[in-house]
């Protein structure tokens, strides 16, 4: 069984920056890739960022050129950071991996618990 564990998030104001990390412990074999997606109210989960082990970089629509997902050099860590933040931005952010608990080819999808983040002021 492997965990990821967020840490961040909280009350941030309108303009203003956060930076989420996120850490996979457990049975880990190894992480194909790592990154963040949120939830907020009434809306599906959808995609903030993500960034494969290699370094290449996935960002949804919604904050293109505002969120980053960086990888850690263990591969088992993963940090998001946003600026430029908004109230839509509102949301339970998830962090989530693709990653294997045995020399097989059999990938899996874990998630975080979640972390609140409040754009407010």
């Known amino acids: 069984q492997v965990d990821l564990v967020e840490s961040g998030g909280g009350l941030v104001q309108p303009g203003g920056s956060l930076k989420l990390s996120c850490a996979a412990s457990?049975?880990?074999?190894?992480?194909?890739?790592m990154g963040w997606y949120r939830q907020a109210p009434g809306n599906e989960r959808e995609l903030v960022a993500r960034?494969?082990?290699?370094?290449?970089?996935n960002t949804g629509d919604s904050v293109k050129g505002r969120a980053t997902a960086s990888i850690g050099n263990a591969l088992n860590t993963v940090d998001l950071q946003m600026n430029s933040l908004k109230p839509e931005d509102t949301a339970v952010y998830y962090c989530?991996?693709?990653?294997?608990?045995?020399?097989?080819?059999?990938?899996?999808?874990?998630w975080g618990q979640g972390t609140l983040v409040t754009v407010s002021s």
């Open positions: 989530w991996a693709d990653l294997r608990t045995g020399p097989t080819l059999i990938y899996h999808h874990v």
């Open positions: 457990g049975s880990l074999f190894s992480i194909r890739e």
């Open positions: 960034v494969a082990a290699d370094g290449i970089l």
